[in-house]
């Protein structure tokens, strides 16, 4: 069957009942409409060979008309449902809800499918007034008001609301004598569409929609949760469904033995290698290392100070920049160095690095205004200092 989510159209008039308001006119009359609309293609199926089946519902009542929360209308529960005449089966037992049959139907004589338009009369009648019609302290006593047929109180001195003309047909929906209802439900549709066009504004559909969900947002909420709820529980069933056991296990279910015989054995979990223990704790490296590689650092910086030719050799590529970026020497600085050595027969040679690459070995350097100058046999030879990358001493005996 087709799941719906919503409400039967008696939890509908109980919660309207109970909030102390009435069912909208407009809401009323669609919903006896969709009804309508439904029952009028029931009666009229037919068989293989084109002959009627003369299906009757035989109990239209508020318990069997679902309304979704998307405003459709349905009827369900044809479960009594016959395709004859006769509506009583065995003395006594009258098959339908008691207080929505058809005179006919609480006579026990045989019954039509205007036994149905009669019961949704009824439950029209109790959606537009908020009564049931047909209602006393005894079945015996509601027996006997079916059979009478007599619609007291009139719906329009129950309900003030009510449009001029919808009365007449609820009237002639319950109408004692079936020849004097509608004949068919097709037509009862017709009549109640054109009296809903009077009261519906808009599109009837959304409003019922609105309406219920208006009505019933409380109840929406818990109920998506224990949907939500059951569909993870069903999803995690039909997933341990899928897990088959490997090996002998399938062998197992295919013969049909129980599940509980055998229970297969869990794997065992991989026992982790114990690691050697070592005779004695590793050693920690003390402060010599650090001493050996300071001495090996320093030594490295000396020789590139002392053998600027050597740099290139020295120095990895990509920390020669870093070199480059050593302040130029003073030269009052080397000569102030020079002095102090005690080899007076040492002279004092330049290496320059341009900022192009090319290195220069100069004697007798001097400085003058913003270049490095030195004296040669062609003449004095200067280079700016904005050319120079870096400018080395080296000492030659």
Same mark, same amino acid.
């Given at each position: 069957?087709?799941?719906?989510?919503?409400?039967?159209?008696?939890?509908?008039? =109980?919660?309207?009942?109970?909030?102390?308001?009435?069912?909208?006119?407009?809401?009323?009359?669609?919903?006896?409409?969709?009804?309508?609309?439904?029952?009028?293609?029931?009666?009229?199926?037919?068989?293989?060979?084109?002959?009627?089946?003369?299906?009757?519902?035989?109990?239209?009542?508020?318990?069997?008309?679902?309304?979704?929360?998307?405003?459709?209308?349905?009827?369900?529960?044809?479960?009594?449902?016959?395709?004859?005449?006769?509506?009583?089966?065995?003395?006594?037992?009258?098959?339908?809800?008691?207080?929505?049959?058809?005179?006919?139907?609480?006579?026990?004589?045989?019954?039509?499918?205007?036994?149905?338009?009669?019961?949704?009369?009824?439950?029209?009648?109790?959606?537009?007034?908020?009564?049931?019609?047909?209602?006393?302290?005894?079945?015996?006593? &509601? $027996?006997?008001?079916?059979?009478?047929?007599?619609?007291?109180?009139?719906?329009?001195?129950?309900?003030?609301? $009510?449009?001029?003309?919808?009365?007449?047909?609820?009237?002639?929906?319950?109408?004692?004598?079936?020849?004097?209802?509608?004949?068919?439900?097709?037509?009862?549709?017709?009549?109640?569409?054109?009296?809903?066009? !009077?009261?519906?504004?808009?599109?009837?559909?959304?409003?019922?929609?609105?309406?219920? !969900?208006?009505?019933?947002?409380?109840?929406?909420?818990?109920?998506?949760?224990?949907?939500?709820?059951?569909?993870? =529980?069903?999803?995690?069933?039909?997933?341990?469904? =899928?897990?088959?056991?490997?090996?002998?296990?399938?062998?197992?279910?295919?013969?049909? &033995?129980?599940?509980?015989?055998?229970?297969?054995?869990?794997?065992?979990?991989?026992?982790?290698?114990?690691?050697?223990?070592?005779?004695?704790?590793?050693?920690?490296?003390?402060?010599?290392?650090?001493?050996?590689?300071?001495?090996?650092?320093?030594?490295?910086?000396?020789?590139?100070? $002392?053998?600027?030719?050597?740099?290139?050799?020295?120095?990895?590529?990509?920390?020669?920049?870093?070199?480059?970026?050593?302040?130029?020497?003073?030269? =009052?600085?080397?000569?102030?160095?020079?002095?102090?050595?005690? &080899?007076?027969?040492?002279?004092?040679?330049?290496?320059?690095?341009?900022?192009?690459?090319?290195?220069?070995?100069?004697?007798?350097?001097?400085?003058?205004?913003?270049?490095?100058?030195?004296?040669?046999?062609?003449?004095?030879?200067?280079?700016?200092?904005?050319?120079?990358?870096?400018?080395?001493?080296?000492?030659?005996?």
């Amino acid at each position: 069957m087709e799941y719906i989510r919503g409400k039967d159209l008696k939890a509908i008039l =109980k919660k309207v009942r109970l909030e102390r308001r009435k069912l909208p006119v407009a809401i009323a009359v669609f919903i006896a409409k969709e009804v309508a609309t439904a029952l009028g293609y029931a009666h009229k199926q037919k068989d293989n060979t084109g002959n009627d089946l003369n299906i009757i519902h035989r109990d239209i009542s508020p318990q069997n008309i679902l309304v979704s929360y998307e405003g459709e209308v349905k009827i369900v529960d044809f479960g009594i449902a016959k395709a004859s005449t006769h509506s009583k089966t065995t003395t006594g037992m009258l098959k339908g809800k008691l207080s929505y049959m058809s005179p006919e139907q609480a006579w026990g004589k045989p019954v039509d499918h205007r036994s149905d338009i009669f019961s949704l009369g009824v439950v029209l009648y109790e959606m537009l007034t908020g009564r049931k019609l047909f209602q006393e302290d005894s079945e015996v006593g &509601t $027996l006997e008001m079916i059979r009478k047929a007599r619609i007291e109180p009139l719906p329009s001195a129950v309900n003030m609301d $009510l449009p001029s003309g919808l009365e007449a047909k609820v009237l002639k929906a319950l109408a004692r004598e079936a020849s004097e209802r509608y004949q068919n439900a097709s037509d009862m549709e017709l009549d109640l569409w054109g009296a809903s066009v !009077n009261v519906l504004d808009g599109n009837p559909v959304l409003a019922l929609k609105q309406y219920m !969900n208006d009505l019933f947002r409380s109840e929406m909420e818990s109920e998506r949760m224990a949907e939500k709820i059951v569909s993870l =529980k069903l999803e995690k069933e039909l997933t341990a469904g =899928k897990e088959e056991p490997a090996g002998e296990n399938k062998s197992y279910i295919a013969y049909g &033995t129980s599940s509980e015989s055998y229970k297969p054995e869990k794997p065992k979990k991989k026992e982790k290698p114990v690691k050697p223990v070592r005779a004695s704790m590793p050693r920690r490296r003390g402060c010599c290392s650090c001493i050996i590689f300071l001495a090996l650092a320093v030594s490295i910086i000396a020789g590139v100070f $002392l053998f600027p030719s050597y740099k290139d050799k020295i120095i990895p590529s990509f920390s020669q920049e870093w070199f480059k970026k050593i302040p130029s020497i003073n030269l =009052k600085t080397l000569k102030s160095w020079i002095g102090k050595t005690d &080899t007076p027969s040492e002279s004092l040679d330049i290496a320059i690095t341009l900022k192009s690459g090319r290195k220069l070995f100069w004697s007798n350097y001097f400085e003058e205004a913003d270049s490095y100058c030195t004296q040669k046999d062609e003449g004095k030879v200067c280079i700016p200092k904005d050319d120079v990358a870096a400018i080395y001493s080296v000492r030659k005996p």
